[in-house]
């Protein structure tokens, strides 16, 4: 059996409530309900995922929801792990239990995920300090998927006549 | 009287002019190392040309103008006492504490006028280059005892002197030893790299520099030539058996070489790195010059 | 006194051979900086130098794309220097955006805010591309075209009207001080 096998039988076994499946060589992958993050995080702590890489958030427009990938890595397998969560894309719903205590990292692109898409992260005391947006573009959330990017960009810079909708016309 | 204010201001135009081309020839030979072409040997006289006619200028007051004056004339005065072949004009009151003391003393005139600008990078830069200073002086002293101990006396002249009779003075092992550490120290004092921790560029931008521009910064690499063609001199004077001009500028290139061969190939200390490294091998070498001198 | 505008044209003339470059990479082409100032294409040959003080620098070149955050910097970085002082802006994103067109945090056109002596287009532009530019920056400097410092006091009305639209009134102020209050939380 490969290792990557013996790891995600070994994180089930302690973990029921998720799914958990190889995706390929040295890629594994689990989905985990939201409000369990928190536990299952310490357990892949435990099982020698040393450290965090990323925690990027995909916008599912269509489903109304985000999806969250912590991208945790072992130095002791050398073996990349997905863990998947999904959550409602509402402002006022899109709030997740903060992982910073588990992964110190985790507070920097918690953070990071609070400026671009708006997702609060609970128990983060340095959500509302200023990150990489400007003062114009704070709580705009910028790159969710039904922010009007040409729109807006049109009444902040003032360049209405060239970038029209339709593509024949503009002038670059 | 005429004379001697003739042959100051002739003094003067050759270690400006001497200065610049060495000021040249390190950035000529740095580039040579990394396999580069390089700058035309003239490009420091180019940049002080440009720097002094900016057409604006920023003061952050009395003490910031003043300290660029003290520097350069500070400089000129250790000049002045260095021995020059026979053109030098106070080379019999050259004392070898005193001309040590001037030749450090720009360092301090910088300072005042880098503090007094405010900018936090300048006084960061300030701080490492007093204790750059504070780390230099054990060895620095432990040369000069050596030397004086040597010859009997703490005239750079007569030192000179008894040279041009007894051979120069890295043929004799306890001077060498002095030698070797003195060199040390110079290169902490021409700002060169294992040593250049006060400048730091791309660390503290350029440390107590940074707030300087336009004149200020002409004046500051007019004092920088001049500083470099004094303390090669007096370390050509003192330790390589001085001689006339000629003579001496081919000694001051061969020492000014070794300290560029040294800074392109090294990288920079931190700054408790280069204490430590001066309070223990350069002051061990000179330590055990003293002590040889004196038996 | 001396009449210093019969020395202009020496002046003019070490202002073209000792150009000292301000080390302040705003966007992706300060990739470029490395192999057009190590031994490949060597730099150093015409007088220019990297210098990390904006105070002693000449130059200032925009290399790549300009978010309002680093125009901000840019601005402040610029007004520091002393008075001839040129700026080269590298790439199609100072000039109108580039791929960046639509992006709601790349500046559009750079000369709105700063005056801009020289352009390079391209994404990015080679290191020779970026020489050619230099080499024209230093003819508009022997012959007194490069006045780009003169435009910018001359209309200062105008690019701190556009400065101000961006970013707002007291935009200064406002980012100098934007970090006291999570400074005193500590």
Redesign the interface.
Known sequence: MAKEEVIVQKVLEKAPYAEGKVKRERRIEFKVPADRIREFLMIMKENNFESMMQITVVDWLKDGEFELVYQLWSYTYAVHAFVKTRIPRDLDKARMPTVKDIYPVAETYERDAHDFYGVYFEGNEKME??WI?????QGLF?HRKDFD??G??KR????LDR?DEDKDNYV? | MLEIALRAFLILIYATFVGFMFMGIIRIVTARIHRRVGPPIYQPILDTIKLLSKKSNITHGLIYDFGIIYALGATILALMFIPLGNISILRAYGDLILITFLLEIPMLGIMFAAMSSGNPWAGLGAQRALLTLLAIQVPLGFAIIALAQFYGTFSTYEIVMAQQAGGWSIFHLPLFLAAIAYDIVLQAMFGKEPFDIMIAPGEISLGPMVEFGGKHMGMLQIQHAIALFAETLFFANIFLGGGSILVLLIKQVAVLMIAIFIGAIFPRFTIDQAAKFYWKWPTIIAALGAILASL | MVDWRLFEPLFNYARKKSLWIVAFCTGCGGIEMPPLMTSRYDLERFGMMPNPAPRMADLFLITGYV???TLKRIIITYELQPDPKYVLAHGSCPL??GIY?????A??HLDRYIPVDVAIAGCMPRPEAVMDGIKKIMEMIENGTADGWKRYKENYEWYKKNQD????EGWRE?EAR??IP?LKKK
Do not use: C, H, V
């Open positions: 300090m200023p947006l400007d003062d114009a573009e910028p990017w040409l807006y960009t902040k810079y003032k360049i970038f670059i | 978010t309002p955050k109108n955006g067109w639509d992006s709601y945090n500046i559009k639209e961006l970013f707002g406002k934007r970090w999570w």
